[in-house]
């Protein structure tokens, strides 16, 4: 919860017309990904780097769907 609540404290400082991207481990932040957004993150930041090389980009896709 510590992660949503800084989410939502930046986007309160920061105003709407700012992005506020986040990138996380997604297993482990899964549970909270739609309050993330509703907290005020505009989007998730996903490519290479955050993709394990052995999981499949289906996989990855499918984990990003609310």
Do not use: C, H, P, W
């Amino acid at each position: 919860m510590e992660r949503i609540r800084t989410i939502a404290i930046f986007r309160i400082v920061l105003g709407e017309r700012t992005a506020i991207k986040i990138v996380v481990d997604r297993e482990d932040f899964r549970d909270f990904q739609a309050l993330a957004f509703f907290a005020g993150a505009n989007g998730m930041i996903v490519g290479g780097y955050l993709t394990i090389k052995e999981r499949v980009m289906k996989t990855t896709e499918s984990s990003l769907k609310v």
